[in-house]
């Protein structure tokens, strides 16, 4: 080709591939850090997320170790890689909605302090299909840390935590029982992108930034495979040989006349007041926060639960000036469960902090609870709960 016309192509080449760069930089979002922490929602699927794919003629016959509920075996052999994780949600009214809840397995709900209630939700078993934005995430109580322990090495997620000296002091327990080279997710020590703070998380309210931290189920997770905290606990055992599951239903029936359910933390503090409906139609009592449908933000479902339970124990506190809270974890009570549109009185047991919460009957048989979430309400012994 002569040099003149090579010269020419070259120079058209040069022309075409800048304008198809101007075009691409054109239709391409650039996003910063700051952008990146605002969209963690629509962020695309994980790989699993991507590669778990559930053929709508698979057998949902595999239970759930945490709460009974049925999957396939592709969710199975998914959840068995790992161990679940226990993640601190707040509540606080400027925290709300959630997200995340109506992916959980099972939810504990206590004063945290000062009145104002936290959750520890566990995320395993329905989790595995998507990845699930898990939000506002705060900081670990003492007895919070007390319940996850009874999960033999759940992956414990938090921001920080109470850290005063005295028996309210989280930080020091993790520390003192060796959590943090085995099971802790601290946002502390991983950070950004695992967790952002996401100050459009409620469609521009400005809420202050301890509201703000979001975390991902996969991006949890994807941190404790690179730490080998997969689904062997400290000692190498599978985490399921470690876990003694609760005894669930073969088949849930209504059979009951509990229609409504509702109870306080602490009297005067209705933004904490918590009431439930019966759904007779798919058997799940439905969540009301603060006289208002409790949803979660990630989808708008509301939160439903197969099994409400309320648990009662001592109360103690506040015990420091930021107004900590104790409860009694380890021993013996009473609780209310309800399922099926029924209530059952019960007595819950827990002999030491690694031993697993258990509901008997009057006569000391395991009681069958019916398979589904399982929300526990912690209230002191004194606490009215009406139905």
């Known amino acids: 080709m002569p040099k003149k016309s090579l010269l020419l192509a070259l120079v058209v080449y040069l022309l075409s591939a800048g304008a198809s760069y101007a075009v691409f930089l054109q239709l391409s979002p650039v996003v910063s850090q700051n952008q990146q922490t605002a969209t963690i929602a629509d962020s695309t699927p994980t790989a699993l997320g991507l590669l778990l794919q559930i053929d709508p003629n698979e057998a949902k016959d595999q239970a759930c170790p945490i709460n009974g509920a049925l999957y396939t075996q592709t969710e199975r052999d998914a959840w068995e890689q790992r161990r679940p994780l226990f993640v601190m949600i707040e509540n606080s009214p400027d925290a709300r909605p959630q997200s995340g809840l109506t992916r959980a397995d099972l939810v504990f709900e206590a004063v945290a302090e000062g009145g104002v209630t936290r959750y520890g939700a566990i995320f395993y078993c329905a989790a595995q299909v998507q990845d699930v934005t898990i939000a506002p995430v705060r900081s670990a109580r003492t007895y919070f840390v007390d319940w996850a322990s009874g999960f033999n090495f759940p992956l414990y997620v938090n921001v920080g935590g109470a850290n005063l000296p005295g028996p309210s002091n989280a930080l020091g327990q993790i520390r003192d029982y060796g959590w943090e080279m085995q099971n802790n997710l601290n946002q502390f020590s991983i950070g950004y992108p695992t967790f952002v703070r996401n100050n459009n998380r409620l469609d521009g309210k400005s809420v202050a930034t301890e509201h703000t931290m979001e975390t991902t189920s996969e991006g949890l997770w994807a941190v404790a495979e690179k730490r080998n905290w997969t689904n062997t606990d400290p000692k190498g055992n599978e985490w399921a040989d470690g876990f003694k599951p609760w005894k669930f239903e073969k088949a849930s029936t209504k059979s009951g006349s509990v229609t409504k359910i509702s109870y306080d933390f602490w009297s005067g503090y209705n933004q904490y007041s918590v009431s439930w409906d019966?759904?007779?139609?798919?058997?799940?009592?439905?969540?009301?926060?603060?006289?208002?449908?409790?949803?979660?933000?990630?989808?708008?479902?509301?939160?439903?639960?197969?099994?409400?339970?309320?648990?009662?124990?001592?109360?103690?506190?506040?015990?420091?000036?930021?107004?900590?809270?104790?409860?009694?974890?380890?021993?013996?009570?009473?609780?209310?469960?309800?399922?099926?549109?029924?209530?059952?009185?019960?007595?819950?047991?827990?002999?030491?902090?690694?031993?697993e919460l258990r509901f008997t009957d009057a006569k000391g048989n395991e009681i069958e609870m019916a398979r589904g979430l399982t929300w526990i309400s912690v209230v002191g012994l004194g606490n009215e709960v009406k139905y």
């Open 278 to 355: 019966y759904d007779a139609q798919n058997n799940l009592f439905l969540r009301n926060l603060a006289g208002v449908e409790d949803l979660d933000l990630n989808n708008q479902e509301r939160i439903g639960a197969a099994n409400v339970v309320v648990l009662k124990t001592t109360e103690k506190g506040p015990i420091d000036e930021l107004k900590h809270m104790l409860y009694t974890t380890i021993g013996t009570g009473k609780a209310l469960i309800f399922k099926n549109g029924d209530v059952v009185e019960a007595n819950w047991s827990k002999p030491s902090r690694i031993s």
